[in-house]
């Protein structure tokens, strides 16, 4: 993997790159990830193709949210960035992949595009996204109390035991998660700010496949937000990754590897 850097607005966009041949893949992560937390599902892609993760920004490879953040300032990002693949010797179209809030930002970019081989989307969010969890996030960011920032982002966002919390904060994986979570507010308060436009993704004109992770079907936050996406994209196919939930790449990177080398290989 090298690193790439693109601009835009005078705002530094970072990327990591595995070098390849043929028509890149783009992964595009959601809060609490980089790219150096997907590095293990990067190098599990059995693909000759080029592979680019996306530091979004708020990540250390990045600049900051910056005034007016919004989904629209993530997506223009990504617009830019695929632009801009050609600059790198990327060409031939892009294959895209987005997780979480990185699959509604990836979503939304790929309407009117007409260079995307294929699109999928790993359990996409959308509002109403725990606004319940935004205050307590917020206060806590801002006293720069990381830790609570990381125990509420798993317990009143995702779901997850206090037993999982604990087991977590003794994990080396705790410090990873720590800088990770200082933009969380304001990415959560994006996506509850941010009303999909539900009505024009069945027109999309790409292939599209949904992942779901099975453990997350019908539950909230995950599981409601998917059926969303589901429901609006009739003509999408729908891949549950059994045995999973949320983050099968952090518990099954090889497993996620696999479903996107599939779809790949099927565009």
Known sequence: MRTVQFTRDDTVLGAEIRDGDGPPVVLLPGVMADAATWRPVVEHIDLPNPVLVLDRRGRAASGPLGPGYSVRTEVDDLSHVLGSLGDLGLTGGTHLFGWSYGGLIALEAAAGRTDLR??????????????????????????????????????????????YVAEL??????????PLARPLADELGAIDAHRPAFDAFADL???????????????????TAFARFERAMPRARVVRIAGEGHLAHASAPRLLAEHIVDVVKAS
């Open 118 to 163: 294929s699109l999928t989307l790993y359990e996409p969010v959308s509002r109403p996204f725990a606004p319940e969890a935004l205050g307590p996030l917020r206060e806590a960011i801002d006293r720069n109390d990381l830790d609570r920032a990381v125990e509420l982002v798993n317990t009143a966002v995702s779901g997850f035991s206090d037993e």
């Open 169 to 178: 904060r003794r994990s080396p994986v705790w410090d990873v998660l720590r």
């Open 205 to 223: 004109d790409v292939p599209v496949t949904l992942l779901l992770g099975a453990e997350n079907e019908g539950k909230a936050p995950y599981g």
